[in-house]
């Protein structure tokens, strides 16, 4: 007879690494994170898991952004997987605390470099109107930059699990 262990983190990363092994997917860690709406209904929207340990489980991006403005709001969120390919879905509900600037640095870091110009040349979840001035502003960067430093309105959370 199989047994389920009963520490969550334990479970959650034998059944990640299970579904690593198993999926075709492009974005192996994508997940649903879900805020309490500025209208006060929710919101959710997909986003990359970084990291997970025993503290939470870790999401990045902008911080000036929709998402962004809802947690810090309320700090109360939820994220949901769907691994197709282990049958399995995964809920999570909790506190949502700020990373600090050593690891978003480090997250920041670990993008490529194109996903590292967009996050200086775009300002995510705005409303989206001269993609020509986009593009400019990417090239130059592009062109100019040989490091690209992280955007002061880019960071992360960890989402720590009730």
Known sequence: MKTVNDNPFELFEAWYK???????SSLPASCCLSTNGLDNYPNARFVALKHFDKQGFI?????????GVEIER??????????EETGRQIRVQGDVEPIDDAEADRFFAERNR???IVSCVSKQGA?????????????????TTA?????????GYTIKPL
């Open 147 to 155: 490091l690209i430093q992280r955007p002061a309105d880019w960071s």
């Open 114 to 116: 194109d996903s590292q």
């Open 127 to 143: 409303l989206f109107v001269n993609s020509e001035s986009m593009i400019e502003a990417y090239e130059a960067l592009n062109v």
């Open 59 to 67: 999401v990045t991006g902008s911080i000036a952004s929709r998402k």
């Open 74 to 83: 309320s700090q109360q969120v939820a994220l949901t997987f769907w691994w």
């Open 18 to 24: 299970e579904y690593r092994q198993l999926t075709h």
